[in-house]
């Protein structure tokens, strides 16, 4: 068939460097924003002792069937338990259904609050009730022994100067929010700090990292780093804050072999 036109060399890369940009919009909007991701990080140097997921950032407002995939596919991991860090909901009107497909979770969910929770008020109670109705806890700058008594899970509030102290005996997880908030106690070491609140940047360019994160984040913007606290572990969570928009920056649950 013939063109209407030449394509000559200068059309060809100009279509292309038109193209790519349509494409990484195409991407950014309708994809990946509900393209779940599932990351393995082996930290047991022999066979793990404990199998856990985590997840984070879920702001949910609404959107059902994105959470529900969450929920389901924490199931179908079969892990020991799983862990949350914070920003379940933006508005209280979405709490009541978040909470409903957080209690399907079939095994025990231990969590801490996010800066969008207290910023929406929501009911606590409600949540910790969801919560301990899996088995898990709602850690309110509080400390629980899992079931075989050999990993401690310490949860901030991030509200307070509450310090956390490592449990002797056992192996140590810490939940909170900020991944920044752990640069405040020194001295102290945990087997793995868990973070969210980055969201990754949901937009990471190449070669540049991500367009913006919020405050409470400094450099540790997404995955593992290794800090004088121990091993710190933000995930890129798995809703979206502002534009529902993501790029190289998939929604994101973490598996961890302790």
Known sequence: MKLPFK???RRALLSAGLGLPVAALGDAVALEPNWLCV???RLAKHEPVHRFVHFTDVHHKGDRALLQSVVDRINSLRPDFACFTGDLVEERSHL?????LLREIRVPLYGVPGNHDYW???????????????GGAWLMDEAVRTRDGKLTLTGLTCQSGHRPEPARGTRNLLLMHYPAWMKRFDGLRFDLLLAG???GGQVRLPFFGPVVVPWGVDEYDWGMFETKNGPLYVNAGIGW????VRFRCRPELTVFEL
């Open 96 to 100: 009541a259904e978040s909470l409903q």
């Open 39 to 41: 990351r393995t990080v």
């Open 120 to 134: 929406a008020d929501v009911d606590f109670e409600a949540i910790g009730d969801a919560f301990r109705s899996t």
């Open 7 to 9: 394509v000559t060399r």
């Open 241 to 244: 804050f502002f534009l529902n």
């Open 197 to 199: 609140h980055s969201h």
